[in-house]
């Protein structure tokens, strides 16, 4: 039987799950935001690793087929999409009835109406993003079930009278946490079969010649699919059955992260956040020597030797301006996502001058900087830069970027920060520095403790801590395209 | 850990010694002594004492004050008083104290200073602590003496003999003039013979972390070891009976392998070895030590425990050579060497204790221990290779001491250190 190995981030912001066999190669991955319960961002980001592994079991499975069949991969990816989207419809089933129930409880005047519009709000956002889904069109949101549906539920209420705006808020408010707070089992073979059965009518509603503006599509490949899924379909429906029977038994796991001391796992399998994103960047950058992580309420400057063991960190101490969540913090204060703000700041014609040793304060500077005219892509630029300047010294502290850099956390997903860091880097420890960058950076921490979690049957664990550790520098692991 | 707690018969006699101390000091109305305020680095015990008088110092009340949790309503007085938020909390500690009534741990009050002695320079903040408290007590003699830093390593015949010049001078004359007791020689190189004594027996005790279990903790009982030698004890018969005491007691761990003993038993598995630099924190020290011990951290030596006097480099008070020895001690304090000089003492005892690990508690209020502290941390991860770690707190502010900060500081600390063992010790196997 295959033996498979767990590692979980909970982060302050974010809960990371990884899910890797026993060649050190990711299966799976999940992520949710981390709310009041850590306990239920672990299970979401655990299960929702699980159907990915099972996701990334069946296309090894189907490895040949694909090749032969290209239809099959793009068949896979809508089944995919349909799959997460049945999940969210879920969820937003419960939120709807709480939002319901929240607006009878709370909305005292106008009730009428502001039910009404509720139900208007609902009737149209649902079928929004239900396209949205199944087009593929959620990009880098589609991970979280809050953003998604908040960005069109606050757009609709804004745009209603004060009245209205209100008591709706309110019910938002009081509504999402429960929700997101609640753990929502599925069968995935039932959901696989229903996503497959919601594919067939979009296939067959697709049109013969698509419209010259659905610029989206992938024309050739659909118009193939709208032919001929059905030829794949029958044995691809097998391979689910032997997919969903498998038992991914998870042999070992380690958690990590702010919430780790929260969760049920033996003394053993809890790892600090910094050994667990030192060893994820450095198995998947082997030259790595320096790590910075930049999460939700701490920045971790890590010196690594060649084997992925951390020789020295620094974090920051008494304030964590300059984190993660002075970014959300800023977000909020413009009123914009998270996702929107390293595009914009891309956008300065030059970096206003902000101080970084507080976020309230920051905060105070924004709003003065708005008044006196300053262009809004110009400050958050400004914030950016600030970040990473704390970043720089914190790195500095730590002793500096000694050979091969890498940058991990959240925030390296921020194409603004991600800039200054080069520039930054570059300035200071000079342009010759390799600097790596990944698209999962924000799996690392999950990576890392995965990793340990193979590990630890050989090391750790009680009975078997006289057996020797293993080779550290042998470890190889195969994860899509780094960039 | 056992949960069995035995107080050793030198913490008892530790306790009496303090309290007799607080004692004489709440009767000086009546027995007439007179009161010299100093400080723990450079002071001159044996001096205070040849002229009969009693010593206060003012940093081992704020410490005191911290352990009993009065520390923040003290800094808070301080703090309305115009002292500002930077100021090391110590002072404002003190002051805090003064400003209510000066009563000291035993809640006797603390008489008034006769004469305010600065013997040591080095920390700017003394000075400025001194020129508080002279404001506060006109009446007060004061007399400070300029310690030359030991800026290049060495201490010269021309530094030796500006310091005695100062005590011969400034010092002895208006000690005479304060407690009107003419300087007797005799009785000071008594004083330097029970001092030396001590500082041998007290070198012992700390060299002792050289055994597996180390039978002490060197930094969080440290602390308490060191407390008759700081605190006006040093040139006493007393001290030398305490340090024998002691080291007795530790002998008799060692003989029966055991390891430190903690506030909730003995040390069951000694897993790390470390050397600390910067002090503890004062506020939470049971709290911040558990953390230590909890995970099988014993520290095998701290710059700490070194802030009274540097002894393991081979200084002793001479008896021979009287002012000289005592102006020596004064340049030989810890935070009066130079860097190189701090890494290369670190380093030895890094190499000759065996530690796993080395540490830095930085305090936010503390320029004299902070200055440096990161530069030393490199210097010593360079050279000898070992795991460093870097945690801030502060010594008696509660507002900075973040348990769950540091706790998460530590616990990656020493899960580095766990996995560099598994590591080399799997190395070392395949080297086999």
Known sequence: ?483 | MTTDVKKERSMTIQKEMVAGLFKDLANVQTTGKKVCYTFIPGNLSELIRTFDMLPVYPEINALQSAMRKKSASYIREAEKHAHSEDVCTYVKCDVGMMLNGNIGPTGEKIPEPDILLLSYTGCFTFMKWFETLKRNYPNAEVVMIHTPYQENGTITDEMRDYMTRQLREEVIPKMEKVSGIPFDEKKLKKHLEHAKEAEDWITKIFDSTKHRPSPIDAYFAGVYYIGPINIGFRGTPEAVEYYKELYKEIRERIDNGLGPITPEGEMAEEKYRLVVEGPPNWTNFREFWKIFYDMGAVIVASSYTKVGGVYDMGFRHDPQRPLESLAEYCMNCYTNLNLPQRIDLLGKCIEEYQADGYLTNSIKSCNSFSAGQLGMMRELEDRLEIPVGFIESDLVDPRYFSYSNIKNRLESFFQMLKQRKINYQSTAAEAI
């Not at chain 1, 396209?131 to 606050?154: A, H, M, P, T, W």
């Not at chain 1, 994820?280 to 950058?285: E, L, R, W």
């Not at chain 1, 910075?292 to 400057?301: E, M, P, R, Y």
């Not at chain 1, 603004?416 to 010759?432: F, I, P, R």
Request: aromatic fraction near 8%; charged fraction near 30%; glycine fraction near 6%.
């Open chain 1, 1 to 483: 039987m295959s033996k498979y190995y767990l590692g979980i981030d909970l982060g302050s912001t974010t809960s990371k799950a990884v899910i890797i066999n026993d060649k050190d190669e990711i299966l799976g991955r999940g992520i949710t935001n981390t709310r009041a319960n850590y306990k239920v961002a672990a299970d979401i980001a655990r299960e929702e690793a699980i159907y990915d592994a099972r996701f990334t079991l069946l296309m090894q499975k189907l490895d040949r087929e694909i090749d032969s069949k290209p239809v099959l991969r793009q068949y896979l990816n809508d089944i995919r999409a349909v799959f997460q989207y049945l999940q969210f419809e879920r969820r937003m089933q419960r939120l709807e009835e709480e939002l319901r129930a929240a607006v009878d409880k709370f909305a005292y005047d106008h009730k009428a109406a502001i039910v009404e519009r509720l139900e208007l709000i609902l009737t149209t956002i649902g079928p929004e993003i239900k396209k949205d889904f199944l087009d593929n069109n959620l990009g880098s949101k589609n991970q979280f079930f809050r953003d998604i549906v908040s960005e069109r539920y606050n757009e609709m209420a804004e745009k209603m009278d004060k009245v209205y705006f209100e008591p709706l808020m309110l019910a938002f408010d009081k509504s999402i946490t429960p929700v997101e707070n609640q753990m929502v089992t599925f069968n995935f073979k039932e959901l696989v079969h229903e996503s497959m059965k919601m594919l067939e009518q979009k296939y067959r509603d697709l049109p013969d010649k698509p419209a010259i503006e659905d610029k989206g599509w992938y024309y050739s490949e659909l118009n193939y699919l709208k032919d001929n899924y059905r030829d794949v379909e029958e044995s691809l429906r097998q391979y689910i059955d032997e997919i969903a029977a498998q038992n991914i038994h998870i042999s070992n796991m380690v958690g990590t992260g702010y919430g780790r001391a929260l969760l049920p796992f033996p003394e053993d399998c809890i790892k600090s956040e910094i050994l667990c994103h030192a060893f994820g960047a450095h198995a998947v950058f082997p030259d790595t020597r320096t790590v910075l992580d930049i999460g939700g309420q701490d920045t971790k400057a890590i010196q690594v030797d060649s084997h992925g063991l951390v020789t020295s960190f620094h974090m920051n101490d008494r304030c964590a301006a300059g984190c993660g969540r002075y970014l959300g913090y800023i977000a909020d204060e413009f009123n914009i996502s998270l996702n929107e703000l390293g595009p914009e700041a891309l956008d300065a014609e030059h970096e206003t001058n902000i101080c970084s040793t507080c976020t309230v304060f920051a905060g105070a500077e924004v709003r003065e900087l708005l008044n006196v005219g300053e262009k809004r892509s110009n400050i958050l630029a400004g914030l950016h830069r600030a970040i990473v300047q704390r970043a720089m010294s914190l790195l500095a502290r730590s002793g500096g970027v000694r050979n091969e850099f890498t940058f991990t956390g959240g925030v390296a997903r921020n194409q603004a920060v991600l800039k200054y860091v080069k520039e930054m880097v570059a300035e200071s420890y000079g342009k010759d520095i390799k600097m790596n960058i990944h698209t999962d950076s924000i799996f690392m921490g999950a990576l890392g403790g995965a990793m340990f979690a193979r590990r630890n049957i050989e090391t750790d664990l009680p009975e078997k801590k006289q057996q020797k550790a293993p080779k550290k520098d042998k470890i190889k692991v195969t994860i899509n395209d780094p960039s």
